[in-house]
């Protein structure tokens, strides 16, 4: 309060000392007062700096909010797109794995089929080869029986034996073939 009463007690005490001086500082303050509004903030027809910077910073602003309106909507709608290829992408997924499924059913009913029919393929050449095995066999042992017999004939021929004597002879023989042939059977079988 004391300092407004100081500045009243000058302004009069100017006022009164020297009224020409202080009616030109008046008017000077009135000619800058209005010289800066008419700069600052325009007159009727023309808008002043800091009314077009106000102005100019109003438009800035709202082309911000508008580019940012649009950025939101364009990452809302990127957005739904991800989501709507995430779940495609999950679909073909999907139906990848059941048709890799399907597939992997059948190549191995394929390959299931082919072992089984390499096996039958095997097993009968197996059955095959056993069987030409037995025949040999058999023909092995038609031939020993046939020379064991031959020889037991020639041996009672030869030898001039009686009945009983020849019939001891033939069978002793006959089980010697026979023990030979068991012992080269089981020596192919093994």
């Known amino acids: 309060m004391e300092a407004i009463l100081g500045v009243f007690r000058e302004a009069a005490r100017e006022i009164t000392t020297d009224p020409v001086t202080f009616a030109i500082e008046v008017v000077q303050f009135g000619v800058l007062v209005v010289l800066i509004k008419v700069v600052a ?3 009727k027809k023309r808008s002043g700096m800091l ?3 106000v102005h ?4 800035r602003v709202i082309v911000s909010l508008q580019e940012a309106d649009a950025g939101n909507a364009a990452l ?3 957005h739904d797109k991800v989501i709507a290829i995430a779940a495609e992408v999950e679909v073909q997924a999907k139906a990848l794995l059941r048709d890799a499924r399907k597939q992997a059913r059948a190549q191995a009913a394929a390959i299931d089929g082919d072992a089984i029919t390499r096996a039958e393929a095997v097993k009968n050449e197996a059955r095959e080869a056993l069987e030409r095995e037995q025949v040999e066999m058999l023909e ?3 031939d020993q029986l046939v020379s ?3 020889q037991s004939t020639q041996q009672v ?3 001039g034996f009686t009945p009983a004597e020849q019939r001891a002879v033939v069978q002793k023989a006959i089980i010697s073939g026979i023990d030979e042939l068991e012992t080269v059977a089981l020596g192919r079988g093994a």
């Open 56 to 59: 100019e910073r109003r438009q």
């Open 41 to 43: 903030f325009g007159s």
């Open 140 to 142: 092995g042992v038609r």
């Open 148 to 150: 064991v017999v031959t």
């Open 76 to 78: 809302a709608e990127a």
């Open 51 to 53: 009314v077009n910077m």
């Open 157 to 159: 021929l030869e030898q």
